[in-house]
């Protein structure tokens, strides 16, 4: 319906033919509708299809609240995000109603009172889905009057008394009535915090100070949390715990396709990053989080590879603008330059204190061999090594410009077979010959059939 179509008050809704669900039955009958329909139910994520997608399903079709449990960096946050797009578009509350209650079946004191002096007259509004998902990081310093509620001094000045349930000042979690409410970092809220959870998990209402205020609400509660934090920072305590109906583990992309769509997918990219050198970077992120010298309880974060890939992307924009180029086209050389702003972003054992630029360098070698192995095997790179056979150099570097390194390779016997396997056709511009040019020199070195030397940011290959 238009705006204009949707009814304006009680009894045009219920003639209407509008029915109260739960937020829980909502989201049960849209993600079933999906299902049939073949509709991605949880857009954007990738790599869980085959194993921790089918058990959020499982757990929303059961109306369970949840806890995402994982590492960081594992798309935690965006899987919880995506739950309120499973909500109906538009959704109908009383007018004025600090925790939106539903018209038909309003459950706190003002919209009782409103019901019964108004009747079919009760005032309706409407709210998108976007509006009815709400998160909130959990601190340390996050108060039981920040989540559940506490008195409005405000509202005891102008007069109400202290025993008015009226005076009460709704909290995040009422707030998010009749939607879905996210907790990032559970383990990180104070536990006496908490145990104020304890009556909206298992109960659904809460308690205010001194009240006797029975308020049922109506939300899905999702939760995120590391494992580290439980011996760490925090945990979640244990009745806490028990009340969730359902804890996923979540994990990083087991396959280099899905890393590599995570990357193009999440990255905002300033220049053109050829599909082989994400694979490069994709392959670096899995090597990080294989290595022994790297602490794998703190994990290697989806966003370390996203941010190198927009690094790498800015460098060959720098490249460019002082080269004068046309497009600006990331290649193998911008790869190393933005290592050492990815330190920081990586944890490493104890024991490889002073080393930790070595092992990156070494780690990406060694992914850069991969890919090229992945992406070249097989063909035939004779055109390439028979020209450095007789002598020759090229040389490149991160200010070279394509125009300069295309002009010292020329016409090369494969050239157009590499392009091909690289995912270029024959409207490859000089850029991306020139980002092929420079993989497939790399690749060569890295497999030990081309000499290279660096010397003052310039390389040298054949030297």
Not at 40 to 47: D, L, W
């Amino acid at each position: 319906m238009t705006q204009t179509e949707r009814p304006g008050t009680l009894g045009e809704l219920v003639a209407s033919g509008y029915t109260h669900r739960s937020v829980k039955a909502e989201i049960r009958d849209n993600l079933l509708d999906r299902l049939r329909s073949g509709e991605p139910a949880f857009p954007g994520i990738v790599g869980f299809d085959d194993t921790v997608l089918p058990e959020l399903e499982s757990a929303l079709l059961a109306g369970h609240d949840l806890v995402l449990l994982g590492e960081r960096g594992q798309g935690k946050t965006r899987l919880m995000r995506t739950l309120g797009q499973l909500l109906d578009e538009w959704s109908p509350a009383v007018a004025g109603c600090e925790i939106h209650d539903d018209p038909t079946t309003p459950v706190c004191t003002r919209c009782l009172r409103l019901k019964a002096d108004l009747g079919d007259e009760l005032p309706v509004v409407w709210r998108h889905r976007s509006e009815r998902y709400t998160e909130k990081l959990a601190t340390p310093d996050t108060s039981v009057g920040d989540l559940v509620g506490d008195v409005d001094p405000v509202k005891v000045a102008q007069g109400r008394t202290l025993g008015d349930p009226e005076t009460v000042h709704y909290g995040l979690v009422p707030r998010a009535n009749r939607g879905v409410f996210g907790l990032n970092e559970l383990p990180d809220l104070a536990e006496r915090i908490q145990v104020a959870m304890f009556n909206v998990l298992e109960e659904r209402d809460i308690q205010i100070r001194g009240y006797s205020l029975r308020l049922p609400l109506d939300v899905l509660l999702v939760a995120t949390a590391n494992p580290e934090d439980y011996t760490n920072r925090g945990r979640i305590i244990t009745p806490l715990k028990d009340r969730f109906g359902a804890e996923i583990r979540t994990h990083y992309q087991e396959e280099v396709s899905d890393e590599v769509r995570l990357i193009q997918q999440e990255a905002e990219t300033v220049a053109d990053v050829p599909e082989h050198l994400v694979e490069v970077l994709a392959r670096f992120t899995r090597g990080l989080r294989e290595s022994s010298a790297v602490d794998q309880r703190s994990g290697v974060s989806a966003r370390f590879s996203i941010a190198a890939a927009e690094s790498v992307s800015a460098s060959a924009l720098r490249r460019a603008a002082r080269a004068g180029e046309a497009e600006a086209v990331a290649r193998i050389c911008d790869v190393p330059t933005v290592v050492p702003t990815l330190l920081g972003k990586v944890e490493f054992e104890m024991g490889e204190e002073g080393r930790e630029r070595d092992v990156l360098d070494h780690l990406l070698r060694l992914a850069t061999a991969e890919t090229f192995r992945a992406r070249l095997a097989g063909l035939d790179l004779s055109g390439f090594t028979e020209r450095f056979a007789e002598g020759d150099v090229v040389e490149t570097g991160e200010l070279v410009p394509a125009s300069d390194l295309l002009a010292q390779i020329g016409a090369t016997p494969g050239l157009s077979k590499v392009l091909d396997r690289l995912g270029h056709g024959d409207d490859a511009g000089p850029g991306q010959v020139a980002a092929a040019v420079e993989f497939v020199l790399e690749g060569l070195h890295l497999t030990r059939r081309l000499d290279k030397d660096t010397v003052a940011g310039r390389t040298v290959y054949g030297a």
